[in-house]
């Protein structure tokens, strides 16, 4: 057999330092060979269709001169396919001129598949979604979409392991455009989504009011599939030299770990994804400095790479340092070292092992130390008994480099981490790039310039013919709010009227949908307790928004935006609407501006009343030093709110609310006693306090969580207090400290979190759980907590196995494809300041991530979660981010850090 033409067989040489990522195309085959293979005796063999139904069947024409014999084939469907995944066989003739098909017989499995046909041994691809028995948009690859190689980067991982990173495919995404309606179109109704169908096929969706437009789908290109990856060390020959003398070697082994590095959707319910392959070459030796290494892959399509080991000079994968850097007066300042390689399982160090610090500019050696064992993979990290790292993880410590600059980590003979700045304003920076992201996820305006670069038309907005019809469903009696079990929506569709709510626009949207609910002003609360704090440092800080003029600090501004949305929700009676949300998640292809879907408010609830009533209060508290007049408004409203709640709550007797309800109203009690002084709300937060127990935690599973109401209660001043609750809550707060900053010492990445709480949520992407640490270093002034707090940054700002900080705009690694719809629709990079929810558990979530399952090699059970996380869209769980959590404490904690003298 030969191919039609010349195939390429392209080798790229890599010399010199290589700091950061190369991007080398290695294309597969020239274009016009894809299909097309010469038999030994002038038979052509062409795949010119393909089908599914039960299993796939493939049509193979012979357009030679002359028969065809013995001719091998085989269909492998790359995927989710437990059963069928291969066939092969032998077709004994086909005449010249002539045709015959051949099969897969039956195939089990669920998901997007890529198709491989070798006939006489040449490949051609093609794509079908599966499911179950059936084989469903079967079709071959175009001749104009070759399949694509690229070396991103090659670097030790240790000293004798070589890691070579390899990316295949890109997606275009899905646009909008006119839509133009054909005879037979049918629009299909599916859940929430408009699927249009022409000749049988999905095509896209309907999208806006009107219905002239359509959102397309994505597609992925230049996937490279079949055996081009080295498995065996025989496939893989290394040429170096030493004392002059030129030799070769093979690797002592290969492993491998895949991860996808987008996700496309293909289909209505089909998706593919661009892989990223990290290969692991374990040689015999150690890799000797200044050496060059040409490295040879059997595969042509990988062709040759030279290397030269400038380890000193070089980021590997293995060194972790935090994205937003230091101050020089951190107390504290670390880097890590860790490794795993997939099925090769965890890279092996040990301690005293030398790290430089180098500054950047000069190249010179500033600290020096030794690594030290922050956790082995043996060790449990918390209550479940899990170990989060799947490796051993050391530390690296330098907190007496106090001198600014721009610098790297360096582990002698392996490589550096990426470069990240000691500077006084660091943490300010990252402060306010977070706090920003506020802004971007502004309901109710324009965004633009001269506030941000990032444009976006004015959404959810009366005046553009927005309609918010009112539910008579609380938020608290819905799953978004705390029925346990219950629909997201179900319940607040349920109790729509025809009453139309004026003046319900503004809040700060989620943004995988753009749900405003009161949840939200978690981040209002934290924001104004900075401003409390620090309001010469609020009073200075920039953010640039269009409040930037007035009197008020920004984080005060910003704070008051969400609180100002739930005031405008206010009914007279004094009760608080929980928040706007539309009638099921958003159809697929529209922008927050386009919503189609029925938008409603939810009813004025106790919970929603409670909640609102401790935050007004708060901002009361705040703003009055600044605008007397707008306290005594927020004041007011409080207060109405608070007495609506009080009302309304015996109607609820016998419904055995939540505890949450109780938590709201004991901390509303306790704002509004610190801001009036009055008795009434001073004995209420006394007879609903967990605290007249002085062995009471903040925290009780299903009991109680009081923390914010027992700071609120021990930093009341010029009031009279109940000095033994004053202890029991001072106690009660330190020794939630206490347990977070066990923890934060003693965790692989030096991570915290409450022991039984899972791995979900922002608690690897930011500090999420670290108030705590904050509230008692406020109160103590000691400097350990301040040393914990530090310490539990480091994870989320970029110490971790990706060398990814989890808030976008921070650092020069952080995710490309947040949940957020209006930037992926259109295109756009996601704004700044969003921090996504990060790696999962996925021993308890794993039925919410089977979507990444044909995507990931090893298997899902087999990957460290600390490591589990994918920069792709549409998995929310990992790639969206939500006001409250991890927003909110992300930017107090960090903002803390900034402001603190």
């Excluded at 705009?809 to 704004?831: A, E, F, K, Q």
Aim: glycine letters at 8%.
């Amino acid at each position: 057999m030969m191919r039609l033409g010349k195939a390429k067989v392209l080798n790229f040489v890599i010399i010199g330092i290589f700091i950061g990522s190369s991007i080398l195309p290695i294309h597969a085959t020239d274009s016009d060979t894809f299909y097309l293979t010469y038999g030994e005796n002038g038979s052509s063999y062409q795949v010119s269709s393909i089908s599914g139904g039960l299993g796939v069947t493939v049509t193979i024409d012979n357009l030679g001169t002359n028969d065809g014999k013995n001719i091998d084939w085989s269909i492998t469907l790359d995927g989710f396919v437990p059963v069928g995944n291969r066939r092969q066989g032998t077709i004994s003739a086909i005449p010249a001129g002539g045709r015959t098909t051949i099969s897969s017989g039956f195939v089990l499995g669920l998901g997007s598949v890529t198709i491989i046909i070798m006939v006489d041994g040449v490949p051609t691809h093609a794509k079908a979604t599966i499911l179950g028995p059936f084989v469903v948009g079967a079709h071959l690859l175009q001749p104009s979409e070759p399949p694509i190689l690229s070396i991103e980067s090659i670097a030790p991982v240790k000293k004798n392991v070589l890691a070579i990173t390899i990316n295949t495919g890109e997606v275009t995404l899905g646009i909008q455009q006119p839509y133009d309606a054909q005879p037979g179109d049918e629009i299909v109704q599916a859940d929430q989504h408009r699927w249009i169908v022409r000749n049988g096929e999905t095509i896209g969706a309907l999208v806006g009011e009107a219905g002239d437009i359509m959102f397309t789908f994505d597609e992925l290109n230049g996937l490279y599939v079949g055996d081009y990856l080295p498995v065996s060390p025989e496939e893989v020959e290394i040429e170096t030299s030493q004392n002059g003398q030129n030799y070769s070697f093979h690797p002592l082994k290969i492993s491998r770990k895949t991860r996808p590095t987008n996700l496309a959707r293909t289909g209505a319910w089909e998706f593919d994804a661009p892989l990223c392959h990290t290969l692991y070459l374990h040689l015999p030796n150690n890799l000797r400095e200044g050496n060059m290494y040409s490295i040879h892959f059997a595969d042509e399509n990988l062709g040759s790479i030279n290397y030269t080991h400038l380890p000193r000079d070089l980021h590997s994968e293995v060194v972790h340092v935090s994205q937003v850097g230091f101050r020089p007066d951190d107390p504290v300042k670390i880097a890590f070292l860790s490794g795993w390689m997939g099925d090769g399982g965890a890279v092996d160090y040990v301690e005293g092992m030398t790290f430089e610090v180098i500054d950047d500019e000069t190249g010179e050696s500033v600290f020096s130390g030794y690594t030290e064992l922050a956790l082995s993979k043996e060790e449990a990290e918390d209550e479940y008994g899990t170990n989060y790292a799947g490796t051993d993880v050391y530390f690296m410590d330098f907190s007496s480099l106090q001198q600014p600059g721009q610098y790297r980590v360096y582990v002698q003979g392996i490589g550096c981490s990426l470069s990240f700045p000691i500077d006084e304003d660091v943490w300010q920076e990252a402060f306010r790039t977070s706090a920003r992201g506020l802004y971007h996820q502004r309901s109710g305006v324009e965004l633009g310039p001269p506030y941000t670069d990032y444009e976006r038309p004015r959404s959810f907005h009366p005046d553009d013919g927005v309609l918010v019809y009112a539910s008579t469903t609380p938020l608290m009696d819905t799953g978004n709010g705390l029925k346990e079990g219950a629909d997201n929506f179900e319940d607040l569709v349920a109790g729509k009227t025809d009453e139309i709510v004026p003046d319900a626009w503004g809040g700060t949207m989620d943004a995988g949908d753009w749900d405003r609910r009161i949840q939200h002003l978690d981040a209002s609360r934290l924001l104004l307790e900075l401003a409390q704090f620090f309001p010469v440092f609020a009073s200075g800080l920039d953010l640039n928004i269009p409040e930037s003029i007035n009197n008020l600090p920004d984080i005060v501004d910003e704070a008051l935006w969400n609180v100002d949305f739930y005031k405008r929700l206010q009914i007279p009676e004094g009760g608080i609407r929980g928040g706007i949300e539309s009638a099921q998640h958003p159809r697929y292809g529209e922008m927050s501006w386009q919503e189609s879907l029925t938008v409603m408010t939810y009813a004025p609830g106790v919970w929603s009343s409670y909640i609102y009533a401790g935050v007004a209060a708060r901002a009361s508290l705040v703003v009055r030093s600044y605008n007397p007049e707008r306290a005594d408004e927020y004041l007011q409203s409080a207060l109405l709110a608070m007495e609506w709640a009080e009302n309304e709550l015996p109607n609820r007797s016998g419904l055995n609310d939540p505890h949450q309800v109780n938590d709201s109203r004991n901390l509303a009690a306790a704002e509004l006693y610190r801001v009036t002084g009055d008795e009434r709300w001073h004995q209420l937060f006394l007879n609903t306090t967990v605290f007249t127990d002085p062995d009471a935690d903040v925290y009780e599973w299903q009991s109680h969580d009081q923390a914010d109401a027992a700071w609120v209660y021990v930093v009341t001043q010029n009031r009279s207090v109940d000095e033994q609750i004053v202890e029991n809550c001072y106690n009660a707060l330190i020794r939630d400290a206490d347990q977070r900053e066990q923890m934060a010492s003693s965790t692989s990445y030096r991570f915290t979190k409450r022991p039984w709480y899972p791995v979900i949520g922002g608690v690897f992407s930011s500090p999420l759980e670290s108030v705590p640490l904050i509230r008692a270093h406020r109160l103590t002034g000691e400097e350990h907590y301040l040393v914990a707090a530090i310490l539990s940054t480091q994870m989320g700002a970029g110490a971790n196995p990706l060398n990814l900080c989890y808030t976008t705009g921070v650092g020069s690694n952080y995710p490309d494809n947040v949940l957020h719809i209006d930037s992926r629709i259109r295109g756009l990079p996601s704004p700044l300041g969003f921090t996504v929810l990060g790696p999962i558990d996925h021993t308890i979530f794993y039925e919410a991530l089977e979507v990444l399952n044909p995507y990931i090699y090893p298997k899902m059970n087999q990957w460290p979660i600390a490591e589990f996380f994918f920069d792709v869209f549409w998995v929310p769980m990992m790639s969206e981010f939500t006001i409250q959590t991890p927003m909110a404490s992300n930017m107090y904690v960090w903002g803390y850090l900034a402001a603190r003298s």
